[in-house]
């Protein structure tokens, strides 16, 4: 990150003048946990360690001096049983707290001083508990002998081991008496720098963080101000600018107005335009239906020409069929001429017996005669009919071939008529889309006019709040420097539209073009680039 640059802007002066208390209090709360942790060293190491220790010797006198106490009471009250339970029963229990709190001082920790005097003493505790032990049980034979040598070693063994015992006690008493008067001292020390160290880092933070508000304070003030005079110079350019505009709009208006009314004629035309090319339309597709009937009809006689000229050659072909069978006729009647001769022949010879043979031969040559020259009369007329059929034919083709001609004639001009009616329809929808477009762009005009009629209104309005941001500059600058305020700027009287000029549209031409300073320049926060969203460039 570019502390600098960071640190040129508001924010950054603002964020760093927020900062610097807090960094005043965590210096001061880090002296004063300095100070806290070490007073709460010292009171640990004495919870911990003195009063623990000097709880456990106090146990073990105490319980030593119940010991004496209530032995010596059961020595002399054997003759009162229920004194006499009592006094041994608290004589028991004083052994217990007694090598109880010896355990626990062997296990606690020592000072090198009272390590070294309880080495030497040490030795002494087991032999107590011991002596301790001893005396009880003497006590408990309630023979008079024995509570007499109980009674020796309480004034012999038992104190002489009492006596380094109790000496011991005194010098760690002492020892830990000195420990807390160096602790104190140290704790009155501690406490002593830690309160001359909050109070040095107090005022020194304390004159440091106004010294820096009043730098940062200064520099604010400037920056602001020098913004504000910008935003001044920066107000009366766009009310310039805006007053150009507004002689812009004008002319605008004028201008829209008049490709309105020539968009309006040009749509009237387009509309008459359209109407013809309709009827054009309109005729064309009746022209392509009836070319469509006329194809149709020629197309069916084609079709029927082409049966006729199948029929006559069937015709023909059955003809060809019929003069062959003519001709089978004509050789079959032939061949039985022969056998009727050769019938007749043999019916000679055989004579009178042949006779009744030779009569119907006769009339069999006969009937074959017939029949040949029947055949041949039939087969005379089947050969006329055959050249008749070919003749049929031969001009069935020739008409079918002008009637094929005919057909294909009648396609094209349907072919043509289906394009023409195509063509128009087409004509049609483009001239529907160009008197559609041309509504639309009537349409646009009247809404360019309109807007800008209020394009002039608005520029009127970017006026006076161009106007008002400049009388907020100057109490933007009087709010930071301080004083009376003085001038303040007033919207002009808003001009009329110029007179319209039956087709003079007039170009716009601004006037004498001031030196433009961008945002960038009137507004130098300086921010850090990482957290800028845009530029104010080209407003």
Known sequence: ?????????????????????????????????????????????????????????????????????????????????????????????????????????????????????????????????????????????????????????????????????????????????????????????????????????????????????????????????????????????????????????????????????????????????????????????????????????AEKGQTEIGNLIQAMATISSSSKKIEEIISVIDDIAFQTNLLALNASVEAARAGEQGKGFAVVAEAVRALAQRSAVAAKDVEVLIKQSVVQVEDGSRIANQSGEVLTTIVNSVKKVSDLNNEIATASSEQTAGIQQINKAMNQLDQAAQANAASAEEIAATSGEINNLAITSQNLTVELSHVVNGGAQETTFSAPPAGKPAAATKHNVVSFKPKTKAKTASAKETIPFDEETRARVGTTDGF
């Open 1 to 297: 990150m570019n502390f600098s640059a960071w640190f040129r802007g508001i924010k950054g002066k603002l964020l760093f003048a927020a900062v610097l208390p807090v960094i005043g209090f965590a210096i001061l709360g880090a002296i004063s946990f300095n100070g806290a942790n070490r007073l709460n060293t010292l009171l640990e190491s004495t919870h911990h360690n003195v009063i623990p220790n000097l709880q456990i010797l106090a146990q073990m006198r105490l319980a030593r001096a119940n010991y004496g106490y209530h032995a010596f009471a059961a020595v002399t009250t054997l003759q009162q049983p229920e004194i006499f339970a009592d006094e041994l029963k608290q004589t028991r229990d004083a052994i217990v707290q007694f090598n109880d709190g010896f355990k626990k001082y062997q296990d606690s920790s020592f000072m090198p001083e009272e390590e070294k005097k309880f080495t030497a003493v040490k030795d002494y505790y087991p032999q107590m508990v011991s002596t301790m032990e001893k005396i009880v049980e003497l006590i408990e034979t309630k023979d008079p002998n024995n509570l007499d040598k109980a009674h020796k070693m309480l004034l012999g063994e038992f104190y002489k081991l009492g006596l380094p015992i109790g000496a011991f006690n005194r010098e760690t008493v002492a020892l830990y008496n000195e420990r807390a008067k160096q602790e104190s001292i140290t704790a009155d020390q501690t406490k002593a720098s830690v309160t001359q160290w909050t109070m040095v880092v107090t005022l020194m933070a304390t004159f440091a963080i106004f010294g820096i508000l009043l730098v940062i304070a200064a520099r604010v003030s400037n920056s602001v101000s020098s913004v504000a005079s910008r935003l001044s110079v920066a107000g009366g350019q766009v009310t310039s600018a805006v007053e150009q505009l507004n002689e812009a709009g004008n002319t605008l208006s004028q201008s829209s107005t008049e490709a309105a009314a020539s968009l309006e004629e040009t749509v009237a035309s387009l509309e008459e335009l359209s109407s013809m090319v309709q009827m054009n339309s309109d005729n064309a597709k009746q022209a392509a239906a009836l070319s469509l009937t006329s194809r149709e009809a």
